[in-house]
């Protein structure tokens, strides 16, 4: 590569692709990168059985992001599909407690005793008073 050859580091030409696309520059990593790779991104290899149209979609739509490879894509769809149930799941807890908190509260004041909304809102056993 002469020095008109070379291309500027820079973030644009990553992101377009002008640096880092060119398989003249490419090699396979070796077994042990590879392990320091998948330790430092935190990845763990896993066996998972898929039907075949799944993965030629995922392959057919990983080509047209840009050529990334479908298992990335499958990694990137996993990720956020369990961050955004995380998130949900979350949300309805919170909501939840603000509810018994709530409903706790308007007790308190009221006299009466709290139903918590995880009891799917059941009233407790009513208490008979003896007749003086």
Known sequence: MT???KIEDTDE??????????????????DVNQA????A????MISIRLESDLIETFKNI???HGGIGY?????QVLKRFADCEMKQLLRDAAANAVKAAEA??????????????????MSPPKRHRKAA
């Open 36 to 39: 320091n790779i998948d330790e």
């Open 3 to 5: 020095d008109i050859d």
């Open 104 to 121: 706790a509260a308007g007790a308190k004041n009221s006299g009466k005793i709290a139903t918590p909304a995880v009891t799917g809102g």
């Open 13 to 30: 030409a990553w992101d377009n692709n002008t640096l880092g696309n060119d398989a003249r520059f490419a090699k396979v990593a070796t």
């Open 62 to 64: 990983a080509s047209l």
């Open 71 to 75: 298992q990335t894509l499958m990694r």
């Open 41 to 44: 991104l935190g990845l763990k």
